[in-house]
């Protein structure tokens, strides 16, 4: 069974970098044509997919965070990791990592898999 569990700390100061690693167990994140995605759900609103890094180490991120975001990945521990720099308050959310078949997906039925999310808060 495949499995996603987020980890990070829960509260981010403004203007510093969050940081959040998935682990992923039951599947290898260099399987072709699987993509390990970041996704968002700021409270009140809809989900925001934020980028993902594929099978073969591409990345492929949001246009409206690119310039703040980097998907990184560690294929020994079988994980991921996503910065998102300069954060704001307007960066609280919870955060999910997820897999999918395709590098994006604006629906959470577009990921077959994805952790439990964890929330992170930059206070104001």
């Known amino acids: 069974q495949v499995q996603l569990q987020e980890s990070g700390p829960g509260l981010v100061k403004p203007s510093q970098t969050l940081s959040l690693t998935c682990t992923v167990s039951?599947?290898?994140?260099?399987?072709?044509?699987?993509?390990w995605t970041w996704i968002r759900q700021p409270p009140g609103k809809d989900m925001e997919w934020m980028g993902a890094?594929?099978?073969?180490?591409?990345?492929y991120y949001s246009p409206s965070l690119e310039s703040r975001t980097s998907i990184s990945r560690d294929t020994s521990k079988n994980q991921f990791t996503l910065q998102l720099s300069s954060v704001t308050p307007e960066d609280t959310a919870v955060y999910y990592c997820?897999?999918?078949?395709?590098?994006?997906?604006?629906?959470?039925?577009?990921?077959?898999?994805r952790g439990q999310g964890t929330q992170v808060t930059v206070p104001s």
């Open positions: 890094i594929g099978y073969s180490g591409s990345t």
């Open positions: 039951g599947d290898s994140i260099t399987t072709n044509y699987h993509y």
């Open positions: 997820a897999r999918s078949q395709s590098p994006g997906g604006s629906r959470w039925d577009s990921y077959d898999y």
